[in-house]
């Protein structure tokens, strides 16, 4: 379900309520200067509340935007809703996404089977319960740092070369293409969404704020994203009708076109040349 067809029923005074409630609460990183920055990822899952027990468990923080349940952590909200998929993000071209933790032992003192990936200090997979991997990193893992290419020099990219200052926040995407392909990818979000191109470890990669995408081609399927378990990815953007119209003269073909509710709340969708589902938004930042 798109996010305008979670808020539409809901004025703005209720949505302050639920998103004002606490103290220190975790936010999405500020825009660039093209006025993006991470927003969301949507899972169709088998049973709501246990994948929310495991999200908590993680780390994330339960909410409900609309009525929808939602998992928020630094730099991301993580929507579930209750549905048949596909498949998962094995054999779809975005592969998996990451989390960075200070130290893996605490995510297995909150009750998470956590297995170290071989040949990769730190790095380790917890499982969803419905058997999404999620990847995790600890500071002491070596294949952390992002080197900016030459004639970059972002300072909110250099976050991944530092530790990490939460005790969970998102950390990357990672998309798989085919080898001759890679360059494009990594050209096309630097174009589109005013990315920092450079490396992550091996991996050609481009960071936005709250969110590093990393790119490369094992030999594993590229399935589109639409009707996975990872439905789609979101992203938060400043100036989203304008920012539309930038990406249709840019030759982007949405599925969902802009739209705004009574509440403020906007939002637009389309698919990328490889097969990920996109979702803009504005209005999350709120939460």
Not at 83 to 92: D, H, I, P, R
Not at 269 to 279: K, M, R, Y
Request: glycine share 10%.
């Amino acid at each position: 379900m798109r996010f305008m067809r979670l808020l539409n029923r809901f004025t703005l005074i209720l949505v302050i309520a639920i998103s004002c409630s606490a103290t220190a609460r975790a936010q999405l990183a500020a825009a660039n200067k093209a006025g993006v920055s991470m927003g969301h990822l949507h899972y169709h899952v088998r049973d709501v509340e246990v994948n929310k027990r495991f999200w908590s468990a993680l780390g994330g923080q339960a909410i409900k935007i609309g009525d929808t349940d939602v998992m928020r952590f630094p730099g991301v909200l993580v929507f579930l809703s209750s549905g048949a998929s596909s498949g998962g993000t094995e054999g779809s071209v975005l592969n998996h996404v990451a989390f960075r933790v200070p130290s893996l032992s605490k995510v297995e003192e909150a009750g998470l089977t956590v297995v170290p990936v071989a040949g990769f200090p730190g790095v380790a997979s917890v499982m969803t319960p419905d058997g999404e991997r999620v990847e995790l990193f600890e500071d002491a893992a070596r294949n952390l740092t992002f080197t900016q290419d030459p004639g970059y020099n972002d300072p909110v990219a250099e976050r991944h070369n530092k530790a990490v200052p939460t005790a969970i926040a998102f950390h990357h995407i990672h998309v798989y293409v085919t080898e001759e392909t890679v360059a494009e990818v990594k050209a096309w979000y630097v174009r589109m969404f005013g990315g920092t191109p450079g490396k992550r470890s091996q991996y050609d990669a481009v960071d936005l704020p709250g969110m590093n995408l990393n790119i490369s081609s094992p030999p594993r399927g590229t399935a589109p994203t639409r009707g996975r378990m990872l439905d789609h990815i979101g992203l938060e953007v400043t100036g989203l009708e304008q920012f539309c119209t930038k990406l249709a003269s840019m030759g982007v073909k949405f599925t969902v076109p802009y739209a705004r509710d009574a509440a403020g709340f906007a939002s637009a969708a389309f698919t990328d040349p490889w097969g990920v589902s996109i979702e803009l938004t504005e209005g999350l930042r709120r939460f």
